[in-house]
């Protein structure tokens, strides 16, 4: 859900064979993010989430419209009151053409939940029984009513793997002769450079994909990416930086969508730290920041200023919402009633372009208000580890949701007892936390959309964090390739591209 997961899990350096060259027919993905591995359970960085949106299908899936669509399970009935999910599976078969039962699903859900090696097992957090009820259908007890539940079957871990095979190759069923239940197969994998993928003939959905396979290329250089895109050598390039999005749109073999994305970037209090500790100086600090000159400089006008704590692409995202908006005077009236003594703050930072402007501009804001800070650069490693140990005043970052519900987004940015600190800001009100679950689990509609309501308003109040700006994602397409774009929640939709001959 955030920028920690390009951290995890790296894997040893292996080459992957499933049959030859790569065809010249393949779309051509050129993308910053590595694939570090090819378990789904096993990592979370967004490289391999793109990878595993194509090598494995889920029990659900996410149709062009963004609703929720059947995948696996071709038809499912949750019981009166949201603790029984019952799924009937459709007549699918893995890449070696072996069936995909009910063990399989049942055994790759629980894979995710419990082995110690899960690099993200929140989805499944809420599962308490899975059972292969017989030869089509899965029964889910949930350890409550839990509405977000079934938008988690869709999130990028729970691609269904061969249980026969995992079982009985352990790690290496993942590094040779992959079995895959997704609309592709693995070509050749050479870890820091590509991954090349050819269409799975056994693939449940009859008609896909519609193209011979792709190529996933990782370019870390923005510029060589563009250039590449530019000059025909990519079919699709990931993150054009803002800067240069106007001469990528202007190019007429290019189309540039700026496609909606579950992203936000905010700038991170510490409240264990002083002067942030302090409601007033927090407010003062988010009264301060011109978010809108912000979005202007950093993004070219390409991001939509922030309002809440929560990204705009989620349901119940209120676009009403006023609390904390860009005011000097009150946030100098507010710094005087926090009492701040003066004391020097630090900004940390990674050291990315990104990364540093933002740093520079909360400093230049901050500034008109007396606040003094500094700026700390230091590896993504270091500061990983110091965010994790509140050992940071302020710093600026992203994070992004994995589905479009907020479930996931609330627990993993404003709430205090859900595991990690309210996103390491140590911020922490029992009454957000009661309100998270009471969100997860009402099941009316409108009753949900107010309980998140307040949560924003809450939240956004007391500065939990400061929302900065929501961007688009900023990804290039070759005019001659139709049907590839981004879905919000960081994965290709891929299957359906096509090249227009």
């Known amino acids: 859900?955030?920028?920690?997961?390009?951290?995890?899990?790296?894997?040893?350096?292996?080459?992957?064979?499933?049959?030859?060259?790569?065809?010249?027919?393949?779309?051509?993905?050129?993308?910053?993010?590595?694939?570090?591995?090819?378990?789904?359970?096993?990592?979370?960085?967004?490289?391999?989430?793109?990878?595993f949106g194509?090598?494995?299908?889920?029990?659900?899936?996410?149709?062009?419209?963004?609703?929720?669509?059947?995948?696996?399970?071709?038809?499912?009935?949750?019981?009166?009151?949201?603790?029984?999910?019952?799924?009937?599976?459709?007549?699918?078969?893995?890449?070696?053409?072996?069936?995909?039962?009910?063990?399989?699903?049942?055994?790759?859900?629980?894979?995710?939940?419990?082995?110690?090696?899960?690099?993200?097992?929140?989805?499944?957090?809420?599962?308490?029984?899975?059972?292969?009820?017989?030869?089509?259908?899965?029964k889910l007890t949930l350890k409550h009513t839990f509405a977000p539940f079934l938008g988690n079957l869709e999130v990028f871990n729970v691609g269904i793997v061969s249980k026969k095979d995992v079982e009985a190759r352990g790690d290496q069923a993942f590094v040779e002769n992959v079995v895959t239940s997704g609309p592709y197969m693995v070509e050749k994998w050479v870890?820091?450079?590509?991954?090349?993928?050819?269409?799975?003939?056994?693939?449940?959905?009859?008609?896909?994909?519609?193209?011979?396979?792709?190529?996933?290329?990782?370019?870390?250089?923005?510029?060589?990416?563009?250039?590449?895109?530019?000059?025909?050598?990519?079919d699709a390039a990931r993150e054009i930086p803002w800067s240069q999005v106007a001469e990528v749109k202007a190019n007429e073999n290019i189309e540039m969508p700026l496609e909606p994305s579950t992203v936000i970037f905010v700038a991170l209090l510490n409240h264990a730290h002083p002067p942030f500790d302090n409601l007033k100086a927090r407010q003062a600090a988010a009264m301060a920041l011109d978010t809108a000159a912000m979005a202007q400089a950093v993004t070219f006008g390409n991001a939509t200023p922030a309002n809440s704590t929560l990204p705009n692409a989620l349901k119940f995202y209120d676009p009403t919402l006023k609390v904390n908006g860009f005011d000097l005077a009150a946030a100098q009236a507010a710094m005087a009633e926090a009492g701040y003594d003066g004391r020097e703050i630090t900004i940390l930072i990674t050291d990315e372009p990104e990364r540093e402007q933002q740093a520079v501009l909360m400093q230049a804001?901050?500034?008109?208000?007396?606040?003094?800070?500094?700026?700390?650069?230091?590896?993504?490693?270091?500061?990983?580890?110091?965010?994790?140990?509140?050992?940071?005043?302020?710093?600026?970052?992203?994070?992004?949701?994995?589905?479009?519900?907020?479930?996931?987004?609330?627990r993993w940015a404003v709430c205090g007892s859900c595991g990690n600190k309210a996103y390491y800001t140590s911020y922490n009100n029992a009454e957000v936390d009661a309100l998270v679950e009471a969100g997860a689990s009402e099941l009316d509609e409108t009753k949900r959309a107010q309980i998140y309501a307040d949560i924003q308003r809450?939240?956004?109040?007391?500065?939990?964090?400061?929302?900065?700006?929501?961007?688009?994602?900023?990804?290039?397409?070759?005019?001659?390739?139709?049907?590839?774009?981004?879905?919000?929640?960081?994965?290709?939709?891929?299957?359906?591209?096509?090249?227009?001959?």
Do not use: C
């Open 1 to 51: 859900m955030s920028p920690w997961k390009n951290l995890l899990l790296a894997t040893a350096a292996v080459t992957l064979l499933w049959g030859g060259p790569a065809a010249a027919e393949k779309i051509r993905i050129g993308s910053p993010y590595q694939t570090t591995t090819l378990d789904p359970m096993r990592s979370a960085n967004a490289g391999s989430i793109e990878t």
């Open 54 to 138: 194509q090598l494995y299908s889920r029990l659900l899936r996410i149709d062009e419209t963004g609703a929720l669509a059947p995948a696996i399970a071709e038809s499912w009935v949750v019981s009166e009151d949201g603790t029984v999910i019952t799924l009937t599976l459709r007549d699918a078969k893995f890449s070696n053409g072996e069936p995909i039962t009910p063990d399989d699903v049942v055994f790759s859900l629980l894979r995710v939940r419990d082995t110690p090696e899960s690099a993200y097992p929140a989805p499944m957090q809420m599962l308490d029984t899975a059972e292969a009820v017989d030869a089509k259908t899965v």
């Open 191 to 234: 870890p820091n450079d590509r991954l090349i993928i050819a269409p799975n003939p056994n693939y449940w959905r009859e008609g896909f994909p519609k193209n011979d396979g792709a190529e996933l290329i990782e370019i870390a250089g923005a510029n060589t990416r563009v250039s590449m895109m530019l000059s025909g050598e990519l």
């Open 458 to 501: 809450i939240t956004t109040t007391e500065v939990a964090d400061i929302p900065l700006y929501y961007p688009p994602f900023a990804n290039a397409y070759s005019k001659g390739i139709t049907g590839l774009r981004m879905t919000p929640a960081l994965q290709w939709t891929l299957e359906g591209a096509e090249r227009v001959k």
């Open 365 to 410: 804001l901050w500034s008109q208000i007396g606040i003094k800070s500094k700026i700390e650069k230091t590896d993504a490693g270091t500061f990983w580890t110091r965010l994790t140990e509140g050992d940071y005043d302020a710093t600026p970052t992203w994070w992004y949701n994995e589905t479009t519900d907020p479930d996931l987004a609330v």
